[in-house]
């Protein structure tokens, strides 16, 4: 929205509607509507749309600080042998631990996020990705603390 166009564009409203959905997903749409100064039959309709066209994919939990400082977590960047990468990826989303694999360009084919309730199961995970047949090698990076998270 420019300061020459009161009116944002589609593109605009959507992306401020999913920055308030990403905060808080249970907002009810009277709200987000006086907050994008839109109607509710529009929000209603925005979010039919990006659920539809995939841009909304589902609704889910927020883990709270309580939770998150009970948690250690680690990135676990691993090189695959390309043969068994999809039992690999099989294998890596067994692991309950694992909150996300990602393919990433450089040295390394994939990055995880581990997350465990203590040191003692996250080096158990750590060394269970490590053992597997398809992972070349790996190298892991405790998270100390958070700075940023949306």
Do not use: C, F, W
């Not at 990403?22 to 907002?27: L, N």
């Not at 990602?102 to 003692?120: F, H, K, N, T």
Request: without cysteine; glycine residues 6%.
């Amino acid at each position: 929205m420019s300061a020459d166009n009161p009116h944002p564009s589609k593109r605009e409203l959507d992306a401020r509607l999913l920055a308030l959905l990403r905060q808080d997903s249970r907002v009810p749409v009277s709200e987000l509507a006086h907050v994008l100064n839109v109607s509710r039959a529009h929000v209603y309709a925005s979010i039919a749309r990006m659920e539809q066209d995939g841009t909304i994919d589902g609704y889910t939990v927020r883990l709270g600080e309580a939770h998150d400082r009970r948690m250690v977590r680690a990135h676990v960047m691993m090189t695959t042998l390309p043969k068994l990468l999809d039992e690999t990826n099989e294998a890596l989303a067994a692991i309950p631990e694992l909150t996300g694999v990602y393919a990433i360009a450089g040295e390394y084919d994939l990055i995880a996020m581990v997350e465990a309730p203590s040191l003692e199961r996250l080096n158990d995970v750590i060394d269970a990705i490590g053992r597997m047949e398809g992972i070349g090698r790996t190298m892991s990076a405790v998270v100390l603390a958070t700075r940023l998270r949306r």
